[in-house]
């Protein structure tokens, strides 16, 4: 069973905000929510994790809604770079759990 | 940074032959993991390690198996190598969930 749904892919113009969505509607209080991203021909990527806080780092935000049921990365000014699979994941800290991708998101960066 | 090193980007192999895919990370960190991606399949966990001599089935064991004999290696065998066994392998490293996956770059196997 899957526990996250994202869209299938979108669209999103070179240095604007991408906003990216992912349902997690069945989120237990002890799981985090994990994005990843993986560009063409590389590894997926680390991008941020939040519990139920926002979170900002150099890369990304991340905004979890006040029920935890959905969550929306940003990248705040999308580059060519930033065309990518972007995976939203969830997962207990610090249990057994492994990271299981799921299908994930296709962005891409228009010029 | 943390680096994850798989030792080849390309691999073209036999039917039958004992293949040997390594990797090496430079932090100190604990658990290894190895994946495949396979279009429309995403990535599949093989097998994983949280420590040294330690290792544990993921989804997808059947038809490998893995070494750590070091902390910093983590070596994915495929026995008798088969032509469904051609994919993509991807070696992470990490303290933990919470720090995240490091990956490294991948190796294409093809298996002729």
């Known amino acids: 069973d899957a526990k996250t749904t994202q869209p299938t892919s979108m669209d999103c113009a070179e240095g604007r905000a991408a906003n990216l969505p992912c349902n997690h509607s069945?989120?237990?209080?002890?799981?985090?929510v994990y994005w990843y991203r993986q560009i063409h021909s590389q590894g997926p990527q680390y991008i941020i994790h939040g519990l139920k806080n926002n979170e900002t780092n150099e890369m990304a935000s991340l905004i979890i809604t006040e029920d935890r049921k959905s969550s929306t990365l940003i990248l705040p000014h999308a580059t060519l770079r930033d065309t990518a699979v972007y995976y939203c994941i969830v997962l207990t800290q610090g249990g057994s759990e492994k990271l299981v991708f799921g299908k994930g998101m296709k962005l891409t960066v228009n010029p | 940074d943390v680096k994850v090193t798989q030792s080849s980007r390309y691999l073209v192999k036999r039917t039958g032959e004992k293949v040997f895919l390594e990797c090496v990370q430079d932090m100190d960190h604990e658990n290894m993991f190895w994946y495949r991606q396979d279009p429309g399949l995403g990535l599949r966990l093989i097998y994983f390690s949280y420590d040294v001599k330690m290792k544990e089935k993921g989804d997808i064991p059947e038809g490998y198996s893995v070494s750590r004999e070091k902390k910093e290696r983590f070596s994915l065998i495929l026995e008798s190598a088969s032509t469904n066994q051609t994919s993509m392998y991807l070696c992470a490293s990490s303290w933990g969930q919470f720090y995240g996956y490091t990956f490294g770059s991948g190796t294409r196997l093809t298996v002729v």
């Open positions: 069945t989120i237990s209080g002890n799981e985090y």
